[in-house]
């Protein structure tokens, strides 16, 4: 009997989650992403680039040499999933996602959830307004009125709202624009108990948007 192209995808995502458990198993770490030294590549690993990792990532652990598949539950409707490598490389070094992240939901959630933000009416997610608004302001040369409501995000308790004020800032450019996002990276905490605070957070906000901004003029 000829099975049905959602059987074998099925079959496929079974095989996979097979391998990745497997892998798991083999590695035996509580994070797989940090492999025993005498670990080769295994089938459907993918090496990672810690030059990119270290310009994105502060983080207390190693950073890791190599991505393998993780399977875990969607958050919304319990199906049992898997984060491939190939994903996870894409994730932390095109995105530039946290390297602590993990995938939480499926495609099919993933893409519901973004449907429903974006049919959502108007005030229903306010800070995504708010961070969309900041974003556009980028896009133009700064006027009086922009200027002040990049100021007033500053003061934002959201600290998103802050960050995205800080790119914004670097694509308006300017001397003064420029030594505020310099002061910010100067004030930065080194470890002890203000890793956490948003000094820390500021400092590499502003020096990622100084560096994104060399990079795509």
Known sequence: MKKSNKQ????????RLERAAAS???LREKDVRLPP??????????????????????????LPAFYVARPFICRDCGAEELW????????????????????????????????????APPGANLLREQTDRLRALGDAKPTASA?????????????SLR????????????????AKLHELMAA???GGRRYFAWERVAADAARRALMNTERWP
Request: aromatic letters at 10%; proline letters at 3%; glycine letters at 6%.
């Open 147 to 159: 200027i002040a409501d990049v100021e007033a995000a500053l003061e934002s308790k959201w600290w």
């Open 37 to 62: 030294p005498d670990f080769g590549f295994a089938l459907g690993c993918e090496p990672a680039d810690r030059s990119v990792l270290e310009q994105y990532n502060n983080t207390f652990g190693v």
């Open 84 to 119: 491939t490598a190939k994903q996870q490389k894409w994730w932390y070094e095109v995105v530039h996602g946290h390297i602590d992240s993990r995938a939480v939901r499926c495609l099919a959630c993933r893409r519901a959830r973004c449907e429903r933000l974006r049919n």
């Open 163 to 178: 960050v995205v004020a800080i790119q914004t800032m670097a694509r308006w450019g300017g001397e003064a624009n420029l």
């Open 8 to 15: 074998r995808r099925a079959e496929i995502k079974a095989r």
């Open 188 to 190: 930065r905490p080194e």
């Open 24 to 26: 798991v198993a083999h």
